[in-house]
């Protein structure tokens, strides 16, 4: 086990040491602006896991076992401007967090929430590789609930994220993202730290 | 000062800003000379003396000038605890004590709390014998020639009380004409930070403590059709603890919600039923609303109202129980009752609704003013009217001292009660 | 709040970049573009007029609204008039038809150095609301008073960052339902906000004010149909988008 994890990080080294490498014998995707008058739309795909980071809550009067690690997915598409601000709309899946339940008599159950934000944002560039974003809008919950018998419920909530991503141009445009993220739903008091791999692609400039 | 310091600032500032969580705790009500063996139960010729309007004489700065003084009472299965409370306009705050008598002593122990915020604290109180206790206490009837002074000390979360508190009895409550006093939710909103939950079995029990001859509730439907008492449409986190569970209620069935839900204050969500027993049997409480908050048949409510209303019936109760009719979906169910014409409701609709449902009790929106006419209107009938959902106490005094209502509801039913039993 | 499970860590290079992502210092070398555009920043006028046209958005609080969290939106406008070299004029509409709020003051500013810049003043406001629907025939106003103060930053870019810090004083609620008519006493200092705006090039010639604003009182204005009677401190958080004219 320790074995491949030292492997594991050394191919990572060996990844991240060759890209710019990579990068640098053609022209770089920037996270700049690259000129005046200059436009783009720029998307950003990614996934990769988020930790609960709220108070779970789960019911104290009974046995649980908390799931705080899930996988999660998000879809974003920004207008790059000729200026360092960017506007643009983010959504995507992820689960806050699950847990299993055994009552009292020994019936057993288990409860997800889910949730589907939907966030206007906003983000500036730092650097030509470093950004951050802030965003607000809903997240779409859903409890799934399997005890005695199951239940799917919904509920619309306002919600807010922030993030900061590093991009490593693979080509003029395209990059590999990394992103730090945070996601929270206000009405339901549920936030989620997340690490994603982002593809990011400037489809279209004019 | 650089980029990096303000982008520290930033986030710093922004974590700062969040959302404070407001606790308001009841005091350790601790007292050694009310707890020693010495100390005995009043008898009810004795409480019924105590009771009255007092002026402050001393802590007005916490209460304001005068106060009204009830008692209520509380049955816990062969026991009954008997609660002397004291309303005051002043912040919305009250005093809610035990009595007992020692030697010739009166001794009042209890907390007061102020509802607009969150200050609490203990009550320390003695009605001596040369201050109306060798009065109260010799079995004759109390005359304009007795004085009762009530002195002690008041103070603030589990200190010990150190500021002193003084009234003295001028008149007797007034009651002149009924005036139905309703908690709402069962006795208050779960953001009042009252020492149970909104529309618990819990709660009901406190309300008359609290002033309400009349409890207001609010009924949902399960899944699986259990009527349960639950304000919101959706669980969430003002009124239950987080548990991942989030929608419309009527979504969970009866056993998912009284296994995995619990209130703020960890109660669990109380079935009708339940909510009637608390009523009928544990309280003095003459007057509950039923506010349907459900789509479909109430034929289930309708019978649960029959047998409650029987059982009071038996007992020599008084409940008196009303289906309430909020909007036009229920009134259109309301008339789909094969005995509605007879069925006890009180209606928020218009006068030519409440004609139509014969609900016998009309129930405006406050904030339509005070409606003397209308109201004149439903007298004549032989209707009552109630008034919903007034807080602020100036405007309460005014309905109060202006309007014709019969009954008012209110998240403060002390401060109704002030205004309500102060009245010359 | 935040609990690592112990078995789970970020890669070390990984944590390192990222380190060294955010804490790297602006490199681009665009000069400094004299036409700046601001509202919120504070810093002694060169031309007569400044404004800007955008909208406000108010989460309001479980305690207030109870189990939704409303996101109010008012339209926003704001406009800074010139008296002399460091004194100027703020005035701000926050529209929301039912209900509207006026603030006006004075402003001194001055920079302190060539990128922070500081003002102190104080706005007087009043706000006024009516509703005549379902079951409503309320109306209400009252004024209140903002003594305020700001820092600001220019970074190199056309990049302008503020602070504002103001207290909110009560004088006065009156409202009106049906026949009648009562005057509130609120608490004087009714608590306080703090705004963190960022303003700067968006496209074209345009400028955007991005903000947020932390407000923390016992009466928010927009709340006065609901005639809550708290005495606490709530948290009412708040965007701002502004477009600068």
């Given at each position: 086990m320790r074995n491949n994890k030292f492997i594991s990080r050394f191919f990572l080294y060996c990844v991240l040491i060759q890209l710019p490498a990579v990068a640098k014998s053609q022209e770089e995707f920037t996270s700049m602006p690259t000129g005046r008058g200059q436009y783009a739309l720029v998307s950003y795909v990614g996934g990769g896991l988020g930790m609960y980071a709220a108070d779970a809550g789960t019911p104290q009067h009974l046995q649980t076992k908390?799931?705080?690690?899930?996988?999660?997915?998000?879809?974003?598409?920004?207008?790059?401007?000729?200026?360092?601000?960017?506007?643009?709309?983010?959504?995507?899946?992820?689960?806050?967090?699950?847990?299993?339940?055994?009552?009292?008599?020994?019936?057993?159950?288990?409860?997800?929430?889910?949730?589907?934000?939907?966030?206007?944002?906003?983000?500036?560039?730092?650097?030509?590789?470093?950004?951050?974003?802030?965003?607000?809008?809903?997240?779409?919950?859903?409890?799934?609930?399997?005890?005695?018998?199951?239940?799917?419920?919904?509920?619309?909530?306002?919600?807010?994220?922030?993030?900061?991503?590093?991009?490593?141009?693979?080509?003029?445009?395209?990059?590999?993202?990394?992103?730090?993220?945070?996601?929270?739903?206000?009405?339901?008091?549920?936030?989620?730290?997340?690490?994603?791999?982002?593809w990011v692609w400037k489809f279209t400039k004019w | 000062m650089n980029q990096k310091m303000f982008i520290i600032i930033s986030a710093v500032l922004f974590f700062v800003a969040c959302k404070k969580d407001y606790q308001a705790p009841v005091p350790d009500l601790e007292w050694d000379l009310f707890n020693s063996s010495a100390a005995s139960k009043l008898s009810d010729s004795i409480r019924q003396k105590i009771e009255g309007v007092y002026n402050i004489e001393e802590g007005q700065a916490g209460f304001g000038v005068a106060s009204a003084l009830k008692w209520s009472y509380t049955i816990t299965g062969t026991d009954t605890s008997y609660f002397l409370s004291f309303f005051c306009a002043q912040d919305v705050s009250y005093i809610i004590c035990e009595g007992k008598r020692l030697d010739s002593s009166i001794l009042l122990n209890g907390y007061w709390r102020k509802m607009i915020n969150t200050e609490t604290g203990k009550v320390q109180l003695t009605i001596s014998a040369e201050n109306g206790a060798a009065a109260i206490l010799s079995g004759r009837a109390i005359t304009s020639l007795d004085t009762i002074k009530i002195t002690g000390f008041y103070g603030f979360g589990n200190g010990v009380p150190g500021f002193p508190l003084q009234l003295r009895h001028v008149r007797p409550i007034n009651k002149a004409k009924p005036f139905e006093i309703i908690a709402h939710r069962g006795g208050g909103r779960s953001s009042d930070l009252l020492p149970a939950s909104e529309n618990s079995a819990e709660l009901i029990r406190l309300a008359s403590k609290f002033g309400a001859t009349g409890i207001e509730i609010d009924v949902r439907l399960t899944s699986d059709g259990v009527p349960v008492l639950f304000h919101d449409a959706t669980l969430n986190e003002r009124v239950i603890q987080k548990n991942g569970l989030l929608g419309p209620i009527e979504n969970y069935t009866y056993a998912q919600l009284n296994t995995l839900v619990r209130l703020t204050n960890g109660e669990r969500i109380p079935t009708l039923r339940e909510a009637l027993n608390a009523a009928l049997f544990n309280t003095p409480l003459h007057y509950v609303w039923l506010d349907t908050k459900f789509k479909g048949s109430i034929q289930q409510v309708r019978d649960m109202q029959k047998e409650f209303l029987q059982k009071s019936d038996a007992m020599g109760r008084g409940l008196n129980i009303?289906?309430?009719?909020?909007?036009?979906?229920?009134?259109?169910?309301?008339?789909?009752?094969?005995?509605?014409?007879?069925?006890?409701?009180?209606?928020?609709?218009?006068?030519?609704?409440?004609?139509?449902?014969?609900?016998?009790?009309?129930?405006?929106?406050?904030?339509?003013?005070?409606?003397?006419?209308?109201?004149?209107?439903?007298?004549?009938?032989?209707?009552?009217?109630?008034?919903?959902?007034?807080?602020?106490?100036?405007?309460?005094?005014?309905?109060?001292?202006?309007?014709?209502?019969?009954?008012?509801?209110?998240?403060?039913?002390?401060?109704?009660?002030?205004?309500?039993?102060?009245?010359? | 709040m935040v609990h690592f499970n112990k078995h789970f860590q970020l890669p070390k290079a990984l944590g390192v970049v990222m380190m060294i992502a955010f804490f790297q210092n602006s490199v681009l070398s665009q000069t400094v573009n004299t036409k700046h555009k601001f509202i919120y920043f504070p810093y002694?006028?060169?031309?007569?007029?400044?404004?800007?046209?955008?909208?406000?958005?108010?989460?309001?609080?479980?305690?207030?609204?109870?189990?939704?969290?409303?996101?109010?939106?008012?339209?926003?406008?704001?406009?800074?008039?010139?008296?002399?070299?460091?004194?100027?004029?703020?005035?701000?509409?926050?529209?929301?038809?039912?209900?509207?709020?006026?603030?006006?003051?004075?402003?001194?500013?001055?920079?302190?150095?060539?990128?922070?810049?500081?003002?102190?003043?104080?706005?007087?406001?009043?706000?006024?609301?009516?509703?005549?629907?379902?079951g409503f025939k309320s109306r209400g106003n009252g004024w209140q008073n903002y003594p305020n103060a700001s820092l600001g930053y220019r970074f190199q870019k056309n990049l302008f960052l503020s602070f504002k810090a103001e207290a909110i004083m009560n004088l006065g609620v009156q409202t009106h339902t049906g026949d009648v008519s009562v005057?509130?006493?609120?608490?004087?200092?009714?608590?306080?906000?703090?705004?963190?705006?960022?303003?700067?090039?968006?496209?074209?010639?345009?400028?955007?004010?991005?903000?947020?604003?932390?407000?923390?009182?016992?009466?928010?204005?927009?709340?006065?149909?609901?005639?809550?009677?708290?005495?606490?401190?709530?948290?009412?958080?708040?965007?701002i988008i502004g477009l600068i004219l």
């Open positions: 908390l799931d705080k690690i899930k996988a999660n997915f998000s879809m974003r598409i920004m207008w790059h401007p000729d200026h360092l601000l960017r506007f643009g709309l983010e959504t995507g899946y992820m689960t806050f967090y699950s847990y299993t339940l055994t009552d009292s008599a020994g019936q057993r159950g288990k409860a997800a929430l889910r949730a589907v934000p939907m966030l206007v944002e906003w983000s500036m560039a730092l650097t030509r590789r470093f950004n951050i974003f802030a965003g607000s809008g809903i997240y779409l919950l859903t409890t799934d609930l399997n005890y005695i018998t199951k239940t799917k419920s919904h509920k619309v909530s306002v919600g807010w994220m922030a993030a900061a991503s590093y991009i490593l141009p693979v080509s003029k445009n395209m990059g590999l993202g990394m992103e730090l993220k945070y996601m929270d739903a206000a009405e339901t008091s549920d936030g989620s730290i997340a690490f994603q791999l982002q | 009303s289906i309430g009719i909020p909007d036009e979906g229920v009134r259109d169910n309301f008339l789909l009752l094969k005995d509605y014409a007879i069925t006890p409701a009180v209606c928020e609709l218009s006068l030519q609704d409440v004609a139509v449902t014969h609900a016998g009790i009309w129930a405006p929106r406050w904030t339509l003013g005070l409606q003397n006419d209308e109201v004149n209107d439903i007298h004549a009938q032989g209707k009552k009217a109630f008034v919903w959902t007034l807080d602020t106490p100036e405007n309460i005094e005014q309905y109060i001292s202006k309007g014709n209502f019969d009954g008012m509801l209110s998240n403060y039913p002390s401060v109704v009660a002030y205004y309500y039993y102060a009245q010359q | 002694p006028m060169d031309s007569k007029w400044r404004s800007s046209i955008g909208i406000n958005l108010t989460t309001m609080p479980e305690d207030i609204t109870e189990e939704f969290h409303y996101r109010i939106p008012a339209i926003d406008y704001h406009v800074n008039r010139k008296i002399t070299n460091k004194i100027y004029l703020d005035g701000h509409v926050a529209v929301q038809i039912l209900q509207n709020m006026i603030t006006i003051g004075p402003r001194w500013a001055t920079a302190l150095s060539d990128r922070l810049s500081f003002s102190a003043g104080n706005d007087i406001g009043w706000w006024f609301g009516f509703v005549n629907v379902e005057k509130s006493d609120e608490r004087l200092f009714s608590g306080g906000s703090v705004t963190i705006a960022l303003e700067q090039p968006f496209y074209k010639q345009k400028s955007l004010t991005l903000g947020f604003r932390a407000i923390y009182t016992n009466f928010y204005w927009q709340t006065w149909s609901l005639f809550e009677n708290f005495d606490r401190n709530i948290f009412y958080p708040q965007i």
